[in-house]
């Protein structure tokens, strides 16, 4: 059957991502969480005891730290770009074009998360907290990644280098923890924004809560299909 086209209405869903789309997602979130349980192991003095114990031990940890960096790499975002170059093109022209309403939702954000209504503009098919997510992810993942390469073979560059790499990947790993916990209480927990979860699942999101949450872009791109 032909893929419907973004936007497409139909039983009350909004085809919202392309499965392209919907297992780039997943293959990054899934390494990234293998990244950060292994990665914890190395940060924690002593090997976090129980989790290296669960994992296999500190050596095989290192192993398993190595493994996961390649998908998390080489994959989601050559997925995107290769295979779903419009839901690319869309995800990067979003992430770096911010006008006064997404500063103004940026600003009435948090009481939005605590449950009170405020009065926010529209947004389009990323709304303000989605694209500041996006580029702390994109940014991070370039940190992360080019520190990891360098940490993982110090012999090949400068030893000022190697010591830098640490903390950048440090500081980039804690970044994206405390980013992580925000996204995961919407995703999840938040009863305003758990609908957004079926929509990055299925590639279908209740159209209810599109025209309510990105209503720019419902307006614009949704078609009875
Ligand atoms: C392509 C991506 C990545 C590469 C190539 C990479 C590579 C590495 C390497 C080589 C090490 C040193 C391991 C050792 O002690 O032998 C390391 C440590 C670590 N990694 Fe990654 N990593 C990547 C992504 C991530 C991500 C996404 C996270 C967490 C969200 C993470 C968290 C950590 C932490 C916490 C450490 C310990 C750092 C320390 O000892 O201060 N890494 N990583």
Redesign the pocket.
């Known amino acids: 059957m032909a893929q419907p086209k973004i936007g497409t209405l139909r039983n009350g869903k909004v085809y919202r991502f392309d499965p392209v789309e919907v297992a780039a997602h997943w293959v990054h979130t899934i ?2 969480f293998a ?2 349980i ?3 192991v ?2 924690a003095p002593g090997g976090a005891g129980w989790l290296a114990k669960l994992l296999g031990g500190v050596n095989v940890t ?1 192993l398993l ?2 493994v ?3 998908p ?2 080489l994959i989601s975002l050559p997925l995107l770009v290769f295979f779903s170059p419009r839901g690319a093109k869309e995800w990067f022209r979003e992430m770096f074009h911010w006008d006064k309403d997404d500063i103004k939702l940026m600003m009435g954000y948090f009481p939005e998360i605590l449950g009170r209504h405020a009065d926010l503009p529209e947004a389009p098919k990323f709304n303000a907290g989605e694209k500041f997510n996006s580029l702390l992810t994109l940014f ?2 370039i940190g ?2 080019l ?3 360098i ?2 073979w110090p012999q090949s560059f400068p030893q000022w280098l190697v010591r830098l790499a ?1 903390p950048v ?2 500081l ?2 804690l970044g ?2 405390s980013m992580l916990c925000v996204h995961i209480f919407l995703s999840v927990a938040h009863p305003k924004m758990r609908a957004a979860l079926e929509g990055i699942t299925t590639g279908w999101a209740d159209a209810e809560f599109c025209k309510e949450h990105y209503g720019k872009w419902y307006k614009k791109v949704v078609t009875k299909g």
Request: positive net charge.
């Open positions: 390494s990234f990244l950060l292994t990665g914890l190395l940060f290192r730290h190595r996961f960096a390649v998390y790499a991070t993942g992360l990644t520190s990891g390469i940490m993982w640490y990947h440090d980039a790993f994206m923890c």
